[in-house]
T-cell receptor, first 111, second 111 residues
Framework: QKEVEQDPGPLSVPEGAIVSLNCTYS??????FMWYRQYSRKGPELLMY????GNKEDGRFTAQVDKSSKYISLFIRDSQPSDSATYLC???????????FGTGTRLTVIP | SQTIHQWPATLVQPVGSPLSLECTVE??????LYWYRQAAGRGLQLLFY??????ISSEVPQNLSASRPQDRQFILSSKKLLLSDSGFYLC??????????FGPGTRLTVL
């Protein structure tokens, strides 16, 4: 079983839709959770960073962590064509150096 | 603000040739540094990380090596490239918190 599972998509939505991206994980020791956005042929860009359970909002983006279910989500409101990218979830344990990544979900927002 | 540079941006090398990829970070001191590889359709695989000059930890045994000759310089090398070494190589850094920030990447094609 992989440490982190992420639906690879692809996911296509019309402009203005609400997008939900999700990851599940198996290691209950993960405490730090991140979402990265990666445009084609570019390095990943950190979008959201949360610690433990709860919600975090930044503009049109909301990250949710449910540690009891080992499930994290990223919601994108009022999606724009510029949101078209691959979204990677990542997580780590306290004191560890390495991040565990999902394989990424490819999102296309259609104008 | 912090900036991370990688070069070259793209590289095409024959099988059996040597490799040297360079990563430098500006605007921070004593960062943790990381090398990842991202193969097509797959997630990010951590190759090496470093917590200080001359301190290298290898996550995956292979024909690659890493060195950190200066605080903000991280080098990925190989003496003889294999076809399977093709991929997108990403350097990342983290500070005292747990967020990792990625460089623009180097796309390596081994023919």
């Amino acid at each position: 079983q992989k440490e982190v599972e992420q639906d690879p998509g692809p996911l296509s939505v019309p402009e203005g839709a609400i997008v939900s991206l999700n990851c599940t994980y198996s290691n209950s020791a993960f405490q730090y959770f991140m979402w990265y956005r990666q445009y084609s042929r570019k390095g990943p860009e950190l979008l959201m960073y949360t610690y433990s359970s709860g919600n975090k909002e930044d503009g049109r983006f909301t990250a949710q962590v449910d540690k009891s279910s080992k499930y994290i989500s990223l919601f994108i409101r009022d999606s724009q064509p510029s949101d078209s990218a691959t979204y990677l979830c990542a997580m780590k344990q306290t004191g560890a150096n390495n991040l565990f990544f999902g394989t990424g979900t490819r999102l296309t927002v259609i104008p | 603000s912090q900036t991370i540079h990688q070069w070259p941006a793209t590289l095409v090398q024959p099988v059996g040739s040597p490799l040297s990829l360079e990563c430098t970070v500006e605007g921070t001191s004593n960062p943790n540094l990381y090398w990842y590889r991202q193969a097509a359709g797959r997630g990010l695989q951590l190759l090496f990380y470093s917590v200080g000059i001359g301190q290298i930890s290898s996550e995956v045994p292979q024909n690659l090596s890493a060195s950190r000759p200066q605080d903000r310089q991280f080098i990925l090398s190989s003496k003889k490239l294999l076809l399977s070494d093709s991929g997108f190589y990403l350097c990342a850094w983290s500070g005292h918190n747990n967020e990792q920030f990625f460089g623009p990447g180097t796309r390596l094609t081994v023919l």
